[in-house]
Every structure is written in C-alpha cells, then in structure tokens.
C-alpha cells in the first residue's frame, strides 16, 4: 500500500539556520512527490513537486528537495530559515500517479527560533 | 495562480442539521476534485474524489450517506455532511485538479465545522 512518513513531528530552527524535514515514501512505481505549507487554519500551499527528471527539486520560498529512489525519500532543505517559514509541513505522494490523489504523511512542525 | 474557493470557511451548526461546503474553482475548469478532512494537528485524510457529471468515489471507511457529494459543473464541487453531530467537527478541505494537459492541483483555504 502506497503511504508516507514523516518521521519528525515536531522541528525547531533558529532563524537563519538550515533546514531539513525528512519524508519517505512506499510505493511500487516512480512516484509523484510533493511538498506543502499549511499556515494555521489555512489551506495547502504548494512548495515544490516532483514527477521526472532532475532529482534535485527547486520550489518556492527557497526551498527545495531530492528524491532519491534508492532511500524512497523526498527530503525538503532550505539554507537559510526565515521566521515566516514557522507552520506545517506536508509530504505527499500522487496514489495512483498523477491524478490528483494525494496520500499525505502526518506532517512536521515547523517552529523558528529568533 | 489558479484559485480554489471554499464557502463558507468556517461555520458552526446543531447537532442534526446538514451542513452545505462549497469548492470553486475560480478561473478554470476542474472535472475532478478532492476532499479531505484534517483533525486538529493531524494530516489530511481523503474522504473523496469527486468527478463532474457522475458519482463521487469515496474512500474505504467513509460514509457516502453521511457526506454527500456533487459535482454538477465543470467550477463547482459541494460537500454536504448529513445530520452532523460533534464528531464530525472538522477542517474540510478540497482541491481541484485543471482540465488540461497540466493536470496541476489547487487546495482551497479549508473550511472549519464545529457541530455543537
């Protein structure tokens, strides 16, 4: 069965710090990545995605990710965090492929110390 | 970018009344959408995938008769939790997936109900 795990629930950075949240993934085909921010009691804003290609992501905000198949992981990283980067942090994969179905995993906090 | 719309974002309603969300999308056309339900400080799970014209196909262990469905136009998806009681006190949110060869997706803002 198709699933996602995100193994922290809870992250905390100081501001200016790297980051990195960690994602891994089951699925039986090539599978279609994702990364998104949800603010507190917002909806779902897309990071970055990856369906091909180069396995090295750039997405928005700075951030990016790599999948790397031989660790079925799709980890997100940013340089530098910024304040405004504090919210959660969804992994997800497309169940079935690209159709628009997506298995989230539990997400990962995100607090960023001044 | 392309934006989804819910209504209303929150609303609270008497345990056994029905409760109506709606998901539009605003500026393209979307022959599938998606709902899911978030407990507080937990993931989205996916209740749904509803296609334009035709039944909703719903996930193994939600109720089709509980949480209604339609998707009369290409715009325009709702959500209708039948006889709600507290435990369906939720955030709801959807997505809409663009009829062209992008196939990209677009979450709404989520919609809060609290069943009093």
């Known amino acids: 069965a198709q699933s996602v795990t995100q193994p922290d629930i809870h992250i905390t950075v100081s501001e200016g710090a790297s980051l990195e949240l960690r994602c891994n993934y089951s699925?039986?085909?090539?599978?279609?990545l994702f990364w998104y921010v949800q603010s507190p009691g917002q909806g779902l804003q897309l990071l970055l995605k990856y369906f091909s290609g180069d396995t090295l992501v750039q997405g928005i905000k700075g951030f990016e990710a790599e999948f790397k198949r031989s660790q079925s992981s799709f980890n997100l990283r940013k340089p530098s965090v910024h304040w405004s980067d504090a919210a959660e942090y969804f992994c997800a994969v497309g169940a079935g492929g690209n159709t628009g179905k997506l298995i989230f995993g539990q997400g990962t906090t995100l607090q960023v110390k001044p | 970018g392309a934006v989804v719309s819910q209504h209303p974002s929150w609303v609270i309603c008497k345990s056994g009344t029905s409760v109506k969300i709606e998901c539009r999308s605003l500026?393209?056309?979307?022959?599938?959408m998606f709902w899911y339900r978030q407990f507080p400080k937990q993931s989205l799970m996916l209740m749904a995938t509803?296609?334009?014209?035709?039944?909703?196909?719903?996930e193994q262990g939600v109720e089709k008769d509980k949480f209604l469905i339609n998707h009369a136009s290409l715009t325009l998806s709702t959500l209708t939790v039948t006889s709600a009681h507290p435990e369906d006190s939720s955030f709801y949110i959807c997505?809409?997936?663009?009829?062209?060869?992008?196939?990209?997706?677009?979450f709404g803002e989520g919609s809060r109900l609290t069943v009093l």
């Open positions: 500026d393209f056309q979307a022959t599938t």
């Open positions: 699925y039986g085909a090539t599978p279609y």
């Open positions: 509803s296609n334009e014209g035709s039944k909703a196909t719903y």
């Open positions: 997505s809409a997936r663009r009829q062209d060869n992008t196939g990209e997706l677009f």
